[in-house]
């Protein structure tokens, strides 16, 4: 993954409910193939607020078919990097972005038959619609059905266009919307995405066995209900792909082993690569993880989230050992592999290498 950061201007801000906004970027011919995504996909971003460097990550709410590089913004309380971009970007500013990254993806093939449902909550819908917008455009023979939940109405994010979407895929495509707060006629659309409400779901609307792939983005309790009545129903892991955007805190217990496993590690070597770059960096545990060693030292190692669940600073361990707090980021194929998440990981042994050029 490249861990460069790109000037793109900004074509277009729209507003799409009273507090998230959609952002559509102009793609010079230049950076057309850095910025060639695969759906689901999100993109990193950089800035500057009284002098702290703040990075956000947010996903591509368009299908790669559509030609053009957009993301989806909602203002979260107290978030400054999300309320100034409702609140002050505009067409023509240039923001500092990363190339397109993420594994929330899916190969959808042409000449594929398959079912696939996603289980969105709020802005979860963002990189489930890129989702969605490609299986419909590229596999003309594929169903997609959406569980989309919101508070009320006005703040469901992307409506029309995913009106839109129904009436034109209109055998292929289903949507059902859940509010919170407001009353539907029909009792099984009423309230939230919670477990009760998804059990019912897989027992009256879905037959689980015959679905290829289930998608799941939204809010932490949503996505923890959605992953486990699918595992209850005997779901293969493999068939659940699910987005994070962020975690809640370590439990007491989890930071205190974390902290006695980053005292353990004090004074330990590690051969760190970074764009065919390598330097010899010590463990220091007041800094926390690899990560933090490494940019100490003065490596530009990528990273995003600091939370383990956007794999932005993703690196392979070629030797020796390290464990990490917490992975939401990285799929089992990739930990068999050797990635690890580095914001998350502490060296274990002595003489550790990992490589951020994979
Ligand atoms: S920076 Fe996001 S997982 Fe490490």
């Known amino acids: 993954m490249s861990i460069d950061f790109y000037k793109l201007r900004v074509a277009e801000v729209k507003r799409e409910t009273p507090d998230a906004v959609s952002v559509r970027f102009e793609l010079p011919a230049s950076l057309r193939d850095t910025f060639a995504f695969k759906a689901g996909q999100h993109l990193t971003f950089r800035r500057a607020f009284g002098g702290e460097e703040v990075r956000r990550n947010y996903s591509v709410c368009v299908a790669p078919s559509e030609g053009m590089l957009k993301i989806g913004v909602k203002k979260i309380a107290g978030g ?92 292929r495509l289903s949507v059902y919307h859940f509010l919170e707060d407001e009353e539907e006629e029909i009792e ?78 004090a004074g330990l070597k590690m051969s760190v690569t970074l764009n065919g770059r390598r330097m010899n960096v010590t463990f220091d545990p007041a800094k926390h993880s690899i990560l933090d060693n490494v940019r100490a030292a003065g490596l530009p190692a990528p990273f995003a989230c600091k939370g383990g669940v956007c794999a932005t600073c993703r690196a392979k361990v070629t030797a020796g050992e390290v464990s990490m707090k917490v992975n939401y980021g990285l799929s089992a194929q990739e930990l068999a592999d050797g990635y690890v998440l580095t914001c998350q990981a502490t060296p274990v042994t002595e003489g550790v290498a990992l490589t951020y050029d994979v």
């Open 80 to 171: 400054v990097f999300s309320g100034w971009v409702n609140d002050e970007l505009k067409a023509g500013d240039e923001l500092d972005v990363m190339a397109p990254h993420g594994s929330f993806c899916w190969d959808f093939t042409a000449g594929a038959r398959r079912a696939y449902v996603a289980f969105a909550g709020g802005s979860g819908i963002t990189p489930i619609l890129s989702l969605m917008k490609a299986a419909l455009a590229t596999e003309p023979n594929s169903r997609f059905i959406l569980f989309y939940g919101n508070r009320n109405s006005a703040g469901v994010m992307f409506l029309e266009e995913i009106a839109g979407l129904k009436d034109r895929y209109l055998d």
């Open 188 to 265: 099984l659309f009423n309230g939230r995405l919670d477990r009760a409400k998804i059990d019912e779901l897989l027992i009256q609307l879905v037959k689980p066995a015959h679905v290829d792939a289930f998608f799941i983005c939204g809010p932490g309790p949503m996505m923890d209900a959605a992953e486990d009545a699918l595992l209850a129903r005997g779901v293969d892991k493999g068939r659940i792909l699910i987005e994070r955007f962020t975690t809640g805190p370590l439990s007491a217990a989890q930071a205190a082993a974390a902290r006695a496993l980053e005292e353990k590690a």
